[in-house]
């Protein structure tokens, strides 16, 4: 990791397209501008574990309810028909 000192209104530049400015400094708060092409994706951090944590339980619980939903019976006896009043699981 690299680690720079930067004072209010100096900046680094990351590549050729990408800057990030100090903005101001606000008691224990660093407020920084950043200037990037609208291809380069630019996301706080703890919202990507966030939104990465949510999708991870999203897909533990659809395999849950999948397991849950599947009927179970014995081996090698047919499987019950499903009722036409059952409309399954979407």
Request: proline content about 3%; hydrophobic content about 45%.
């Given at each position: 990791m690299l680690v720079l000192t930067r004072?209010?209104?100096?900046?680094?530049?990351?590549?050729?397209?990408?800057?990030?400015?100090?903005?101001?400094?606000?008691?224990?708060?660093?407020?920084?501008?950043?200037?990037?092409?609208?291809?380069?994706?630019?996301?706080?951090?703890e919202l990507v574990a966030e939104v990465t944590g949510e999708l991870r339980d999203a897909a533990d619980t659809r395999a849950r309810l999948r397991v849950m939903l599947t009927p179970r019976h014995p081996a090698g006896e047919p499987r019950p028909e499903p009722s036409p009043e059952d409309p399954g699981v979407a």
């Open positions: 004072r209010a209104n100096q900046s680094i530049r990351i590549g050729q397209s990408v800057e990030v400015r100090v903005v101001r400094i606000e008691g224990d708060r660093v407020v920084l501008g950043i200037a990037a092409p609208r291809q380069i994706a630019v996301v706080r951090s």
